[in-house]
């Protein structure tokens, strides 16, 4: 009887050395406690609690995901590393709820215990006008030297049960890249969509509608652009022409030419081949001449190879004034959302590198959510362009 105790106890002993043995080979990464904190938008206050909510914390270099339920706990023990953590849930105050989000990236994780402050915004899913596509990269040249600038466009959806007027909707890109993780000072995308262009669609404000169901284009030059091997845009509706000395942009006088109350550029704007930006739309409530005297920003950045002062210039839209938001990156160069995380918390892209030749003749177009009865499409829109819009997908004219 002693005897087999001890044999079993020997059994016992063997196995959990070879457990630990395994452990050990395996797991080579200590365990770090991660430690939420979070800072609520400022109306809600320092009193607040988790009605829903999730947090996922992803290791960047395994890409190996860990949730965590914030309703019932605020820390979790995962190995230790390199993470993005993005946040989504609901919360009270008094009497009241609203949804939140946050993130962090590239955050080292490290034992024993890390303290992670997220910054939580408000977020809404829209319903109206959205993005249902974005081709910017342009259609190879037939030479094989990049993209044409001319045929690029944007595609406006009402994704809704009724007519909607575009008068009035400008059009956004921002100068931070998503290609860039840089510190800004100030923050400029703490809560605007910060822009370096503002083109808007003109109209006394009942003059173009567009009916539940249904899209308009707005291109860079309304022309047929096939004997370039581009696209036919003549019936783009409508067009955002610069006028230069050297006639650099083309104005087709039947397409009317959005109202341009900003451009960084002093020559044309041609938004981003390289995708690594964000676009918006927005409905400005203020006048051009107070908006243009209100909301400017220059905020400063240390360049990391040179270590010199570098600035970024351009306009400030609160996010409240965004009807949608869309960043973009190449797959492998993502740093940063180069907007607030309320109004988009992911990116969608065009290709896996941004001088990857063949985004050229790419878009991304937004999904389908469902088909209505009658036949209307609703577009899918959470907010979340890595899970909102097909990727890298050939542009719908050559579809
Ligand atoms: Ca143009
Ligand atoms: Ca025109």
């Given at each position: 009887m002693k005897l087999r105790k001890l044999f079993s106890f020997m059994q016992f002993t063997a196995l959990a050395i070879l457990l630990t043995a395994c452990s050990d080979d395996e797991n080579n990464v200590k365990k770090a406690n991660a430690i939420l904190y979070f800072c609520a938008p400022e109306w809600v206050g320092e009193s607040f609690s988790w009605t829903e909510g999730t947090a996922i914390f992803t290791?960047?270099?395994?890409?190996s995901k860990t949730s965590l339920e914030l309703t019932s706990n605020d820390q979790v023990n995962i190995p230790e590393g390199l993470y993005s953590i993005s946040v989504e849930g609901k919360i009270k105050y008094g009497d009241n709820t609203t949804n939140v989000r946050g993130s962090k990236e590239n955050l080292l994780i490290s034992a024993p215990s890390t303290t992670i402050e997220i910054t939580l915004s408000y977020y809404t899913t829209s319903s109206g006008i959205v993005f249902q596509e974005i081709y910017t990269t342009g259609s190879p040249k037939s030479t094989g030297t990049g993209g044409l600038t001319g045929d690029k466009f944007f595609k406006l959806y009402n994704n809704t049960d009724h007519t909607i007027y575009a008068d009035g909707i400008a059009l956004l890109e921002t100068p931070i890249l998503t290609s860039d993780d840089y510190e800004y000072t100030p923050d400029p995308i703490k809560s605007s969509f910060y822009t370096q262009v503002v083109y808007v669609i003109p109209g006394n404000g009942t003059q173009y509608p567009i009916l539940p169901g249904k899209s308009i284009v707005i291109a860079d030059q309304a022309n047929d652009h096939t004997s370039n091997n581009g696209l036919d845009l003549q019936n783009a509706d409508f067009e955002w022409y610069d006028e230069t000395s050297t006639g650099a942009d083309t104005d087709n006088p039947s397409v009317p030419n959005l109202d341009k109350w900003y451009s960084y550029s002093l020559s044309i704007w041609t938004p981003t081949n390289q995708c690594n930006r964000a676009f918006g739309i927005a409905r400005i409530p203020v006048s051009k001449e107070d908006f243009l005297n209100d909301y400017y920003l220059e905020c400063t950045y240390i360049h990391p190879a040179n270590g010199k002062t570098m600035s970024k210039k351009g306009y400030l839209v609160p996010s409240e004034w965004i009807l949608d938001a869309v960043n973009m990156s190449a797959k492998s160069n993502f740093k940063m959302l180069a907007t607030p995380v309320s109004v988009d918390k992911s990116y969608a892209y065009v290709a896996t590198t941004i001088s990857d030749n063949s985004r050229f003749g790419k878009s991304i177009i937004r999904k389908v959510a469902e088909t209505k009865e009658n036949g209307r499409v609703i577009l899918q829109d959470t907010n979340d362009s890595a899970n909102d819009f097909q990727c890298g997908v050939t542009v719908s004219y050559k579809q």
């Open positions: 290791e960047i270099n395994t890409d």
